[in-house]
């Protein structure tokens, strides 16, 4: 008889650590920065990875092996490294696998802080970035060159909600010889896993919704073993890594990712849905309706449609600033996936240091609004909006 294959859910609460002499029924949180050893040969075994085993928690911990393996499990990864936020992750990543000389193809919508690396660092490490339109992809192609390495997008993007189909953009990579980079933080592994699509690695800001409580910070690459093992010897070095603490902390909630992510997802449709019949809304964008763009690719590639729904207010800058003045109950935050719904303006936060023709080219408009769903009952979330709206 074929073995059976756990869900989801089961794999996200029963990978854990192993027990300790306490025979604790949860994990317990393993603070601690070094680890001893019986003798020298030990210790010089396991430095020489002779031995698998904890040596130092700049490498690696026990509550941050169980972080990774849950997000691996969750993304059908090989291997996987935690960082100590989404941008240590990104950053990590990008310095592992670029050489001075290489080129990158990235999609324009990309997280703010991910394009101050293109337009800022790349350039004084002769590294060139060249973007492509999130709704032009037929271009994509054309800015391939020799030194090419990979293709980095996230989808849906960060703010404008747009979808880039995985399908495509690997069967490009693979015609090419490219690697597949996709930052994945705005679908969760629940909704959409990008490895299945064809992507070589998967990052997360692991400070969204897989924490979800606004608590702590974390990031994670997973994918491929071997480009896995290049960013580990990278990240033990330089010490991008991940606190046990949030580990643990982070552990604990990917127990919950897929029950709770159902609810922001059920929340955010509820919202798009109402706004879209609302007269002081210029257009609505949320994967999950059918006027998306994208719609039919959001449908072959994610299982609901996300937490995030981007929307304009009539009134360009002045209607944006009257509508975040009117917010009563929602958060004026610039983050998102948190059990609170927030409101964010990123034409003057997020994506404020970044030029109008790429913010432009990201959809990005003086009155778009970002809204992250939270947990609260979707009445009262719809409520605060629709006063703000007047
Ligand atoms: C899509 C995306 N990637 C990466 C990041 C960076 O994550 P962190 O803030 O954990 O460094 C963010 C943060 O908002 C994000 O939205």
């Known amino acids: 008889m074929s073995e059976h294959k756990k869900h989801f859910e089961t794999e996200a609460i029963r990978t854990q650590s192993e027990n300790t002499q306490?025979?604790?029924?949860?994990?317990?949180?393993?603070?601690?920065?070094?680890?001893?050893?019986?003798?020298?040969?030990?210790?010089?075994?396991?430095?020489?990875?002779?031995?698998?085993?904890?040596?130092?928690?700049?490498?690696?911990?026990?509550?941050?092996?169980?972080?990774?393996?849950?997000?691996?499990?969750?993304?059908?990864?090989?291997?996987g490294f935690a960082f100590a936020s989404g941008m240590a992750a990104v950053f990590s990543t990008f310095a592992t696998l670029l050489d001075a000389g290489d080129h990158v193809v990235s999609c324009s919508s990309v997280f703010g802080a991910t394009h101050g690396l293109f337009t800022k660092y790349f350039p004084k490490w002769h590294i060139e970035c060249s973007y492509f339109n999130v709704n032009e992809v037929d271009a994509v192609e054309s800015l391939i060159r020799p030194n090419t390495k990979f293709i980095y997008a996230e989808t849906p993007t960060n703010p404008g909600v747009d979808v880039l189909d995985l399908e495509f953009l690997s069967a490009i990579c693979k015609k090419h010889n490219l690697l597949?980079?996709?930052?994945?933080?705005?679908?969760?592994?629940?909704?959409?896993?990008?490895?299945?699509?064809?992507?070589?690695?998967?990052?997360?800001s692991a400070t969204k919704l897989m924490d979800g409580q606004g608590r702590v910070l974390g990031g994670v690459t997973v994918g491929n073993a071997a480009l896995i093992r290049e960013i580990y010897l990278f990240s033990r070095l330089t010490g991008p890594s991940m606190s046990p603490f949030n580990a643990w902390v982070l552990s604990k909630s990917l127990e919950t990712l897929a029950i709770r992510v159902e609810r922001h997802c059920e929340n955010a449709l509820k919202l798009a849905t109402f706004l879209e019949a609302h007269p002081k809304v210029k257009w609505v964008k949320y994967p999950f309706l059918k006027s998306h763009p994208k719609y039919d690719i959001a449908k072959k590639q994610m299982k609901m449609g996300g937490s995030?729904?981007?929307?304009?207010?009539?009134?360009?800058?002045?209607?944006?600033?009257?509508?975040?003045?009117?917010?009563?109950?929602?958060?004026?935050?610039?983050?998102?996936?948190?059990?609170?719904?927030?409101?964010?303006?990123?034409?003057?936060?997020?994506?404020?240091?970044?030029?109008?023709?790429?913010?432009?080219?990201?959809?990005?408009?003086?009155?778009?609004?970002?809204?992250?769903?939270?947990?609260?009952?979707?009445?009262?979330?719809?409520?605060?909006i629709a006063q703000a709206l007047g």
């Open 22 to 79: 306490f025979s604790e029924h949860s994990v317990p949180l393993y603070l601690t920065s070094g680890f001893v050893f019986e003798d020298s040969e030990e210790m010089r075994a396991s430095f020489a990875e002779e031995k698998q085993r904890d040596l130092y928690s700049r490498y690696g911990n026990p509550n941050v092996t169980e972080f990774v393996d849950k997000v691996c499990k969750m993304e059908g990864a090989e291997a």
């Open 180 to 204: 597949l980079v996709i930052d994945n933080c705005f679908a969760t592994p629940y909704l959409q896993q990008p490895i299945k699509f064809g992507a070589d690695l998967v990052i997360h």
């Open 308 to 384: 995030i729904v981007a929307f304009e207010v009539e009134g360009g800058i002045e209607g944006g600033k009257s509508f975040f003045d009117s917010i009563k109950m929602c958060s004026l935050s610039a983050n998102l996936g948190d059990t609170r719904t927030i409101v964010t303006h990123p034409a003057s936060t997020t994506h404020a240091k970044v030029e109008a023709s790429v913010k432009a080219a990201a959809g990005i408009t003086d009155g778009m609004v970002r809204c992250s769903l939270g947990l609260e009952h979707i009445d009262d979330i719809i409520a605060d």
